[in-house]
């Protein structure tokens, strides 16, 4: 099994732009989709945006991100990257990284609870200033 660690998060003023890694420990890691998720004070934890295992052809995003968000991964160094552009004060939240052999699994993690994805990493916190 793998293990994912966050790293990348950290103040940015808004407009700017975040690049956040997902970083997998393991050999098996290109057989897993990867998702990046969120989850702001007070609120439920929200989808963002999943690449598909092997050479990550399929992307999927939320309709909150999509244009401004791009996911990507990079097997040779078991690492899944989230380039966040024209952040705005409501992208201020702790980010999360999840993994699971079904692509299916990662984009339905917060509506369906009985195929929660395999690993979780520990997040990262993004704070978008004004």
């Known amino acids: 099994q793998v293990q994912l660690v966050e790293s990348g998060g950290g103040l940015v003023q808004a407009g700017g732009s975040l690049r956040l890694s997902c970083a997998a420990s393991?050999?098996?890691?290109?057989?897993?989709?990867v998702g990046w998720f969120r989850q702001a004070p007070g609120k439920e934890r929200e989808f963002l945006a999943a690449?598909?295992?092997?050479?990550?052809?399929?992307?999927y995003y939320a309709d909150s991100v999509k244009g401004r968000f791009t996911i990507s991964r990079d097997n040779a160094k078991n690492t899944v990257y989230l380039q966040m552009n024209s952040l705005k004060s409501e992208d201020t939240a702790v980010y999360y990284c999840?993994?699971?052999?079904?692509?299916?699994?990662?984009?339905?993690?917060?509506?369906?609870?009985?195929?929660?994805?395999?690993?979780w990493g520990q997040g990262t916190l993004v704070t978008v200033s004004l």
């Open positions: 999840a993994a699971d052999p079904i692509f299916h699994n990662i984009v339905v993690a917060t509506t369906d609870k009985d195929n929660d994805p395999e690993v």
């Open positions: 393991g050999r098996t890691f290109s057989r897993y989709a």
């Open positions: 690449v598909s295992r092997g050479g990550g052809g399929s992307q």
